[in-house]
Every structure is written in structure tokens, then in C-alpha cells.
């Protein structure tokens, strides 16, 4: 982006800005553009409580309105008793929602996306004696489960 000009081509001397004024001497005047690079932000994901596997890495840098694919689970995170779902911009869930090889469209500032979990289905099973001499049970498992019963 051109935000100055100087007289000389590093960028020494004096500097101008756009629509600045100078007094013009006898010699020839040679200004130089300045450049300064565009800020460019990143990505990055967050396993939001997961207990196991690793968050995918984006180690890329974009531009502000550059197009980014989101990344799936691609370290095979895991959450104890829940299902991967998607990545959000929000922790608790009420941010933006991508789900893996969407696009999004980078603002001027870093995203975080975290991943968002479904709790897995429970049943519950009471195993009573009836009448018997043999101690109730409860059980609770993740579907699909098998119960075993005592005895």
C-alpha cells in the first residue's frame, strides 16, 4: 500500500504524505514510494475440551477478504461421551458454525474456531430382583450398548 513518498529509495530524507506540499528548489525532485505490507491474519483451532487426539494446524497467513477452506478433524480429536460436530467462532456454540471444508471469509483479525461437540445418546437400565434374592443394578452406557445382567 502507498502511504508515503520519501527522497530517497530506502526510505531516508524526508517523508510525504499522500497530498502533502513541499517547496520546489532549482534541482530536479525525485520522490519514491513507500511500500508497507498489508496485515494478514490467521487461523486457528481450538479442541474446546476435547480429552484426546490433537487440534488441526493452519501455519498459513491471509489477507483480509481471502477466502479460507476450514480444516475437518483432522488430528482425530475426541471428547469422553460425545461426537465431533463442527468448528464455531464461539466457544459456546452461538459464534458462526463451520462444518469441515466450508469457506470462510477472513476478516481483519484472527479467527479462532472451536470445535463443537454432540452428546452421545445414554440409556439407562434398572435391573430389578423381583422377587428374588439377587441385589438391583442400574446401569448407564452410550448407545448402542449390550446389558449384561447379574447372576
Known amino acids: 500500500?502507498?502511504?508515503?513518498?520519501?527522497?530517497?529509495?530506502?526510505?531516508?530524507?524526508?517523508a510525504y504524505a499522500p497530498g502533502a506540499?513541499?517547496?520546489?528548489?532549482?534541482?530536479?525532485?525525485?520522490?519514491?514510494?513507500?511500500?508497507?505490507a498489508l496485515p494478514t491474519y490467521s487461523v486457528t483451532y481450538n479442541?474446546?475440551?476435547?480429552?484426546?487426539?490433537?487440534?488441526?494446524?493452519d501455519n498459513s497467513t491471509y489477507l483480509q477478504g481471502a477466502t479460507v477452506a476450514v480444516q475437518g478433524n483432522t488430528g482425530s480429536l475426541v471428547k469422553a461421551g460425545f461426537t465431533f460436530n463442527n468448528w464455531n467462532t464461539k466457544a459456546d456454540g452461538s459464534g458462526i458454525a463451520y462444518i469441515p471444508g466450508a469457506t470462510?471469509?477472513?476478516g481483519a483479525a484472527n479467527v479462532?474456531?472451536?470445535?463443537?461437540?454432540?452428546?452421545?445418546?445414554?440409556?439407562?437400565?434398572?435391573?430389578?430382583?423381583?422377587?428374588?434374592s439377587a441385589t438391583a443394578s442400574s446401569y448407564s452406557s452410550i448407545y448402542p450398548a449390550t446389558a449384561v445382567t447379574d447372576g
Open 112 to 132: 479462532t474456531l472451536y470445535a463443537q461437540w454432540t452428546l452421545v445418546a445414554r440409556t439407562n437400565v434398572a435391573l430389578k430382583a423381583n422377587g428374588g
Open 21 to 36: 506540499t513541499f517547496a520546489m528548489g532549482t534541482a530536479s525532485v525525485t520522490l519514491y514510494a513507500q511500500w508497507s
Open 47 to 57: 479442541g474446546n475440551g476435547s480429552t484426546g487426539g490433537t487440534v488441526p494446524t
Open 1 to 14: 500500500m502507498d502511504t508515503t513518498a520519501a527522497c530517497s529509495a530506502t526510505g531516508t530524507g524526508t
Open 104 to 106: 470462510l471469509t477472513m
